[in-house]
């Protein structure tokens, strides 16, 4: 028997933690600052290919248009967003002419390039200089999968309210009316964690059996492959694979019609 199981639409699991070391460009914010991003790829995003997206210095990114004011988080989904990836969404700041910024870059090569999107050691607005986070958003060329990497979630010293994420918004939606929410105000996050989100999947089975019929000790049989096929629009990875079945038996010299 075959079995697979699907998850909702943009659903999330965690992954491996692999943060991805960029240069890239400072986006030179200060506070409640947002910019146009035109990446060399289209980004797809909940199966719609977008030319540009909009990041914000508050932990947010959409594909309308510019929306620096947003240092209130809200839960998701959120009214007055069509689309919204939140990784930290939060009253953050960003001291401009600094390396603690927001930093935008391109890894790897065509078809298989990476836009990723990283606050680097960006402060709560009202602490000190040296109580940061550091995070980053990961685009794929060609697929739907969205990362969220987390280097450093506590800002700790007099922001330890916010810690973690306790103060932050954190998901994907697709619509004003729908979306996923890892947390809200929930301190939930933690260093070193990697979320992966992932749309849908129509994975399917050409067969949910297999059948051998009666073989002879010594002699063998091939049942037709097995096709797993995947039409939906998310990527899934294929973590087991179980054989169940009834216990095998043999006999030798059996008596007719045993």
């Not at 947002?34 to 790829?41: E, R």
């Not at 004011?69 to 998701?76: C, D, E, G, L, M």
């Amino acid at each position: 028997v075959v079995t697979v199981e699907v998850t909702s639409p943009y659903d999330y699991i965690t992954v491996p933690f692999s943060y991805r070391t960029i240069s890239g460009t400072n986006l030179n914010f200060s506070d409640d600052s947002a910019a146009q991003i035109v990446p060399p790829f289209p980004v797809l995003f909940a199966q719609t290919p977008y030319n540009s997206l909009y990041v914000s210095s508050n932990g947010n990114i959409n594909f309308e248009s510019l929306w620096a004011v947003s240092y209130n988080n809200y839960a998701i989904p959120y009214a007055s967003r069509t689309t919204l990836v939140a990784p930290f969404w939060d009253d953050l700041f960003s001291l401009t002419a600094t390396a603690q910024n927001v930093f935008v870059d391109v890894l790897g090569t065509e078809p298989n390039r990476e836009l990723v999107l990283e606050w680097r050691d960006v402060k709560h607005y009202g602490c000190a200089n040296t109580e940061t986070v550091k995070f980053q958003v990961v685009f794929f060329e060609g697929i739907n999968d969205v990362l969220f990497n987390y280097a450093d979630t506590a800002f700790g010293g007099g922001c330890t309210s916010n810690d973690y994420g306790a103060s932050a918004t954190v998901g994907v939606q697709v619509s004003a009316t729908a979306g996923r929410q890892f947390s809200f105000n929930t301190p939930s996050l933690s260093d070193n964690l990697a979320l992966l989100w992932l749309l849908p999947v129509a994975a399917t089975v050409s067969s949910s059996s297999l059948d051998f019929g009666i073989q002879l000790v010594g002699q063998s049989n091939y049942s037709p492959p097995v096709t797993l096929t995947n039409a939906g629009a998310g990527s899934f990875m294929i973590e087991s694979i179980s054989i169940t079945g009834p216990n095998i038996t043999y006999c030798v010299a059996c008596a007719s019609g045993t």
